[in-house]
C-alpha cells in the first residue's frame, strides 16, 4: 500500500478538520487521543483510517499530560464531551475508578478478533472488569540475513529459539566465518536497558524488579556474559541495529521495529523477522500498547463501541501499519501488495504476541522523571558484570540500593511480568 495524499493536500486538510474549534454534531464521537499526534499522522488517520467508520468520528490528539487534564477536568466537572480515548497503557491506568466506562461487553468480539490473551489481560489494569481493549502495538524484534540461516543449531526452530540456542547459533557463526556477528543496540542511545527490561530478565527470573538480585537473575547474567563473547564488540557503539545490518557488520540483531525498517524495506528478500528467544521462564517481550477505552457518561457509547470495532478488524489494523507504523493486535492475513519490509516486521511482531511460551513485560509504569535512572540501573548492571568482568553477586547487591532507592522515592507499585504490590515494587 502507499500514502494517497501528497504534503499539501495533508496539510490542508489537516487545516480544515483539525483544531478545538470544529463544531461537534450531537451524532458524533468525538475521539481524543494520545496517539498519532503529528499533523501528517493524524490526517493520514482521519482521511484514510476513521473516513469509512460507520458512524462520524472527530479525532481530536493531546499531549499525554494535557490528556489526562481534559479527562480529569471533565470528569470533576460532570460535563463530559469525549466518549472515545485512545492511549497507552500507562496513560490510561490513572482513569481508572472515576473516568472510565468498563468495556467487558466487548471482549467476546476483540476475542473473536484473534487478540491474544496476554495482552486482553493487561487491558484489566489489575482490576476485575475489561478497562480497555488493545487498539495497536510496537515491539522488539530480531531480524537475520538469510545467509545467517545455514548457521542454526541442528534441531532449532528460528520462531521459537532459547537463549542457548542464540548463543550456540553466533558461536557457529564465528568458527565458519571468523565475524562475531550478533548485535545489539547498546550505544548510548539504543534501547538496551528494555532488552534487559522487557526480555532477558522476564525470560530467566520472571519478573523485572522484584527479581533483580535473584539466584535466577544471578545464573541469568552470567549466561547472557557467554553469549556476549559472540557480540559483535561494536555493539557498544549501535544505536540503531538498521544501520549495522545494512553495513554488513552484523547477520543477525535485536532492536525496536522503528529502528529495524529501514533494513528490511532497503532489501526485504534478504532477511527474515522472528522473536526474541526464551528462557526458563518464558519468551519475555515488552509490546508497547495503545488502547482503546470508552469515557465514563460518554455522550455517545453506541458510537465508540462502533467504532473500536472499526478500529479492530483485520483490515483496518494492516492499514494502520502499512501507513502509520504501529502494528496489528488482530489476527491479520497481509495483502499481497503490502510492502516487503512492512510485512517482515508485521510477521515479527504477529510471531512474537503469538508465541505459546509468550510473556508480556510492560514498560515500566509510575516512575514519572525517574524513567532514565531506572533504565540507567540495568545498563550499569550490564557494564559492571559484562563489560567489566565484576563479580556478578557483588554488582547486582550494589546496583539493587540504587534501585531500590529509585521505588522507594517514586513509589511505583510493580508492573507485569512482577506481581502486583501495595506500596514501591519490592526487590526480593
Known sequence: MTRHF?????????????GSGIALAQSDTLFLSTQLRPVEEATLFRGMILNNAPQKVTYAVEEPAAFAVRVDAETKAGKRTVSLLGALHGEIQPLVGNSLDPVDDLVANARAAGIPENLLSLGKLGTDK???IPWMQA????????????????????????????REWAKNIQEKT????????????????RFFQGYLYPSYTGGVVSTFKSAEAEAMWAEFKAL?????????????????????????????????????????????????????????Y????????IAKDAPNRPG???TINHLLSANTQVRV??????????????????????????????????????????LPVGLGAKGGEFSKVYMDTFQRIVLRNEDIKTALAAQATALKAIMDETKAPCWAPDKASTGPCPIN
Open 228 to 284: 556476549w563473547a559472540h557480540v559483535n564488540p561494536s555493539s557498544t557503539n549501535y544505536d540503531f541495529m538498521q544501520e549495522a545490518l545494512l553495513a554488513g557488520d552484523v547477520m543477525i540483531a535485536f532492536d525496536h521495529v522503528a529502528r529495524l525498517k529501514d533494513a528490511l524495506i532497503a532489501a526485504p528478500n534478504a532477511y527474515v523477522t522472528f522473536p526474541a528467544p526464551s528462557g526458563p521462564k518464558g519468551r519475555g
Open 130 to 132: 475489561q478497562q480497555y
Open 321 to 362: 501499519a502499512a501507513n502509520l507504523g504501529f502494528f496489528p493486535v488482530v489476527k491479520a492475513d497481509l495483502p499481497a501488495d503490502l510492502s516487503g519490509g512492512i510485512k517482515l516486521l508485521v510477521e515479527g511482531v504477529a510471531k512474537t504476541q503469538g508465541s505459546k511460551d509468550a510473556l508480556v513485560s510492560l
Open 286 to 293: 515488552m509490546p508497547v500498547i495503545a488502547g482503546l477505552a
Open 6 to 18: 501528497t504534503r499539501a493536500a495533508l496539510l490542508a486538510l489537516a487545516t480544515t478538520i483539525s
Open 139 to 166: 515491539t522488539y524484534v530480531m531480524a537475520a540475513k538469510k545467509e545467517a540461516l545455514q548457521y542454526l543449531p541442528a534441531g532449532a526452530d528460528i520462531n521459537a529459539l532459547t537463549y542457548a540456542q542464540l
Open 304 to 306: 465508540a463501541v462502533a
Open 178 to 193: 571468523g565475524k562475531r556477528a550478533l548485535g545489539f543496540p547498546a550505544g548510548p542511545k539504543g534501547l538496551m536497558a
